[in-house]
């Protein structure tokens, strides 16, 4: 299939490309909101629709999973087709996932809204970072993306307490469905004013889409989470040990794909520059095992704190939004650094998730408040919203202009991998220890052993980026 490639954009006259920011920034917003408000919702969605735990990882899972599988077709699709029309596309589409999310009558009914809804987020974001990417001028790079940091940072911030008020409020008799219906407005009023700010893309030569990697990259992500998802709950036959492989030779399988349209001159899903390039992967990796730190324990906490410990949707909403308020600060703090010192300054940041990990692991219990979760919380928040944002910065300079789609969409999928990754592990983990018949004394255990891969993931991290400082502090030296 043949598609018309647009050429990058110029950076906008004036003040445009910020307004045009807005509303882009609006769009990542509620893309966050979503997120961490179905995090703490999933009590109620259990006890509604009467879900398995596994089935209550799919809620989760599967949104990552095809967000992940998307990320890098729709970021290369956005560099031919035109990140702008992409963009709304999926914004669209997002907002109308969002109402069947709603209106969900089962749980298979929710799982397969929020498979499309993933896939919607898929069009759109990729397009937001090679947007920002294109438009803005080098002095203002870095500040618009620690800004694209900490409003994603404020959406996931007011995930626990717009979500915990909601459910807890029971709106209209909706209870948990008002976490999906409150994008309606939001995306509407973004979709209305990107449509009307954000430059239209201009049409060049033909390129032929990567239909074959892009379906190898989704199958592979696929194959790789199924087993770590439904394992426990198949009783894990060996079988899922055949499944757990094939996602590693379809992944070989698209690297193979890639070099050899390479070869033949056709462009590739993820241009074989970046796959060669040793430092653009090395980042990639690293990204990805930052975020599979993060997302399961915050989504088992807030279990922990509902089901174990008894809070309320809305005390347990106070209590994790700790977390999401330190990572706003923190990137509001690290953007004005700019693009001085990141690796020490990622350092720095791991070393923060790694205290605040474990923290948690030893201060929290069944007989003491629940305010004493917020102090490891910050911990994390702080780490990883330094870290988030510079990390961001040290893929995307390995990446030029013109595949700053494919870059992007690299970088958010295997972000969402490590995402569905953690998930999948920290909650096979937790849901192992609970057992069957769980008393709040057995949720704290379950956590505390979930706790222990996080714990592992940013001490390791912390001594990979420590030995990049001091190997970038080196190569400073005259």
């Not at 430059?199 to 030569?205: G, Q, S």
């Not at 789609?405 to 983990?429: D, P, Y």
């Amino acid at each position: 299939m043949s598609i018309a490639q647009t050429q990058p954009s110029q950076a906008l006259p004036g003040k445009k490309h910020w307004l045009g920011a807005a509303f882009l920034f609006t769009a990542a917003f509620i893309n966050m909101l979503d997120t961490t408000i179905v995090n703490l919702a999933l009590p109620s969605i259990q006890n509604d629709l009467s879900a398995s735990h596994s089935a209550l990882q799919w809620v989760l899972v599967i949104y990552a999973l095809t967000f992940a599988a998307g990320l890098l077709p729709f970021g290369r699709f956005g560099d031919a087709l035109g990140r702008q029309h992409l963009f709304l596309a999926g914004l669209g589409g997002f907002t109308l996932a969002s109402i069947a999310c709603g209106v969900a009558p089962t749980i298979e009914a929710l799982v397969v809204s929020r498979m499309a809804q993933g896939l919607a987020a898929s069009m759109m974001m990729p397009q937001v970072l090679a947007i920002l990417h294109e438009s803005f001028p080098e002095n203002e790079k870095a500040k618009a993306i620690g800004l694209f940091g900490m409003i994603t940072a404020l959406g996931a911030m007011a995930g626990p307490l717009v979500g915990g008020f909601l459910i807890s409020a029971n709106l209209f008799d909706l209870g948990w469905r008002m976490i999906f219906l409150i994008n309606i407005p939001i995306g509407v009023a973004a979709l209305a004013g990107a449509a009307a700010f954000l430059p239209a893309a201009r049409a060049a030569k033909t390129q032929t889409v990567d239909w074959s990697g892009a379906f190898l990259f989704a199958g592979a992500s696929v194959a790789l989470l199924y087993p770590m998802i439904e394992g426990h709950a198949l009783g894990w036959p060996s079988w899922l040990a055949a499944v757990f492989l094939l996602s590693f030779l379809l992944m070989a399988k698209f690297w193979h794909h890639q070099q050899r349209l390479a070869k033949k001159g056709r462009p590739q899903l993820l241009p074989l520059s970046l796959l060669e390039n040793a430092r653009f992967l090395s980042r990639i990796g690293l990204v990805t095992l930052m975020f599979a730190g993060i997302a399961g324990p915050i989504v088992v906490l807030a279990m922990v704190l509902q089901s174990g410990l008894g809070l309320s949707p809305a005390q347990a909403g106070i209590a994790l939004a700790a977390h999401p308020l330190s990572i706003m600060l923190a990137s509001i703090l690290t953007s004005r650094v700019g693009s001085r010192h990141v690796a020490l300054r990622a350092s720095l940041g791991m070393v923060s998730l790694l205290i605040g990990m474990l923290g948690l692991k030893l201060l929290i219990n069944d007989d003491v408040p629940v305010h004493v979760v917020w102090l490891p919380l910050v911990f994390v928040g702080a780490g990883m919203g330094s870290a988030a944002v510079v990390m961001y910065q040290l893929v995307l300079n390995e990446v030029p202009v013109a595949d700053a789609g494919a870059g992007s969409g690299a970088l958010q999928a295997f972000q969402q991998i490590g995402i569905a990754l953690g998930i999948a592990l920290v909650s096979q983990v937790f849901f192992t220890v609970l057992g069957d018949d769980p008393t709040p004394a057995k949720y704290i255990e379950a956590l505390r052993a979930a706790l222990w891969l996080p714990v592992a993931i940013y001490a390791a991290l912390s001594v990979l980026i420590g030995a990049l400082h001091h190997k970038e502090k080196s190569y400073a030296r005259p």
